[in-house]
């Protein structure tokens, strides 16, 4: 048990599912996992663990935004060995060509979030994917005719900001969507040498304020968790 996590050592596999919402963590393990059961109620964070394709993988809730997705992490990570981490999850476009219910990986994770400035003080860390699963998501979409953009992400530390326009800032630098988690979750796999990747499905745009519907979110959710479990073998 860590301080977070009730599960008993060994409930959890070392490869794990992170959605934000820990509803999204039930309806993954119902809908894509066998045998699937709950190792993890402390605070409604929901955890469970089944098999996909004969393989032990658990799916964990992390809460929004990157301290409520680092206290899980950590204790997946230093608590419970967890070894590969994929975040599933949606973000704001900030680009005209990235459209609602596209799939974007994030090679890298720029942020407005203080982890790294107090780390790295007066100099710039890059949190980055997981070349391995990063080239196992992207060639599996390409076999399976998924089409996915990818590049670098905005993890933001408010989703309410002042300014709307501020987004046009990291738009023209390339950056191509905004969500909450994926530099620190970057971060704390590069600190304890493990294995992560986050692959975000676009739920509303920046550009055009346009946003999806409950149904349409269901249906790309269903394509990029299939992307990340089998990105895992
Ligand atoms: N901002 C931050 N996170 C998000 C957004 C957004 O607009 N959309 C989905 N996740």
Wanted: hydrophobic share 40%; aromatic share 10%.
């Amino acid at each position: 048990m860590s301080i977070h996590i009730e599960a008993k050592k060994g409930e959890i596999a070392e490869s794990v599912l992170l959605p934000g919402d820990p509803m999204r963590a039930k309806w993954i393990a119902e809908t894509f996992l066998k045998d699937s059961f709950c190792y993890n109620d402390v605070r409604g964070m929901l955890g469970y663990t089944g098999t996909f394709n004969g393989k032990p993988v658990s799916v964990q809730g992390t809460g929004m935004g990157i301290p409520s997705a680092l206290i899980y992490c950590h204790e997946l990570i230093n608590n419970y060995g967890v070894k590969n981490l994929i975040r599933v999850g949606t973000a704001g476009s900030y680009q005209p060509d990235v459209k609602l219910r596209d799939i974007v990986i994030a090679m890298a994770a720029s942020s407005t979030s203080g982890i790294n400035n107090t780390r790295f003080i007066n100099a710039d860390y890059s949190p980055t994917a997981d070349f391995e699963l990063f080239m196992k998501a992207a060639q599996y979409a390409q076999k399976h005719n998924i089409p996915i953009k990818a590049g670098n992400v905005l993890s933001a530390d408010e989703f309410y900001g002042d300014d709307p326009e501020s987004y046009k800032k990291w738009a023209k630098f390339g950056v191509l969507c905004v969500e909450m988690e994926a530099a620190g979750l970057y971060t704390i796999a590069a600190k304890f040498n493990v294995k992560a990747l986050a692959i975000l499905t676009i739920s509303d745009s920046l550009v055009t304020k346009k946003e999806t519907s409950a149904d349409e979110r269901e249906s790309t959710f269903k394509a990029m968790i299939d992307i990340a479990l089998n990105s895992l073998s």
